[in-house]
């Protein structure tokens, strides 16, 4: 089975620095997709940017990018320029690309960002 | 975009009575429904699939009995906690696989449910 991990549980970073979110998993297959989800107070669930397994470019969206080593298993998201909105929960989630797997989504425990003004 | 409508947002009931919870697909057709249970600062658990017209898939541990799934439409899924207790106050999320170039998952809003 998938595994995703985040270890660290809470970070901080001071408004328009840079911050890096943390996330392995863990997996035989070489198809999947890997996904950043933010969930802010009102916690309604955002997609910030996915990545397919199979692309060697990583992935970006404006303030957003992710830093994809597929031989590493290691996904880290990082956000430029932190905006106060910026403060949420984030989840790093995979998605194998096995279709008898129903396509779940197998998310970290989370990680929460504060941001300092 | 795609759109998932979950209603209630919020509910109370009492211990004993049952609830139920819809989501929506506003715009698109849902052919497989996941529905998760979140407590407070964790991440999102699991609980079943549900695909159109068809019975649902529940996770190891998750009482089929106690949380009940339909997905009678394409549209539609509702699941309905029966005898509710208040170990089963949560916050339950459901999210809609959207197909095509545009692949992914829409989420609804989460309903919060209390148990008195």
């Known amino acids: 089975a998938q595994t995703v991990t985040q270890s660290q549980p809470e970070m901080s970073v001071q408004e328009a620095e840079t911050v890096t979110l943390s996330c392995t998993y863990d997996?035989?297959?070489?198809?999947?997709?890997l996904f950043w989800y933010k969930q802010p107070p009102s916690r309604q669930m955002i997609l910030v940017i996915r990545?397919?397994?199979?692309?060697?470019q990583n992935a970006t969206e404006n303030r957003f990018s992710v830093n994809f080593q597929k031989a590493a298993k290691s996904f880290s998201l990082k956000i430029s320029d932190s905006q106060l909105g910026d403060a949420a929960m984030y989840f790093c989630?995979?998605?194998?690309?096995?279709?008898?797997?129903?396509?779940?989504?197998?998310f970290g425990k989370g990680i929460t960002l504060s941001v300092r003004p | 975009g795609a759109v998932v409508s979950q209603h209630p947002s919020r509910v109370i009931c009492k211990s004993g009575t049952s609830v139920k919870i819809e989501c929506r697909s506003l715009?698109?057709?849902?052919?497989?429904m996941f529905w998760y249970r979140q407590f407070p600062k964790q991440s999102l658990m699991l609980m079943a699939t549900?695909?159109?017209?068809?019975?649902?898939?529940?996770e190891q541990g998750v009482e089929k009995d106690k949380f009940l799934i339909n997905h009678a439409s394409l549209t539609l899924s509702t699941l309905t906690v029966t005898s509710a207790h208040p170990e089963d106050s949560s916050f339950y999320i459901c999210?809609?696989?959207?197909?095509?170039?545009?692949?992914?998952?829409?989420f609804g809003s989460g309903t919060r449910l209390t148990v008195v």
């Open positions: 999210s809609a696989r959207t197909q095509g170039v545009n692949y992914g998952y829409t």
């Open positions: 997996t035989s297959e070489s198809d999947y997709y």
């Open positions: 990545q397919e397994a199979y692309k060697q």
């Open positions: 989630a995979y998605r194998s690309d096995y279709t008898g797997a129903n396509s779940k989504l197998t």
């Open positions: 715009d698109f057709q849902a052919t497989t």
């Open positions: 549900s695909n159109e017209g068809s019975k649902a898939t529940y």
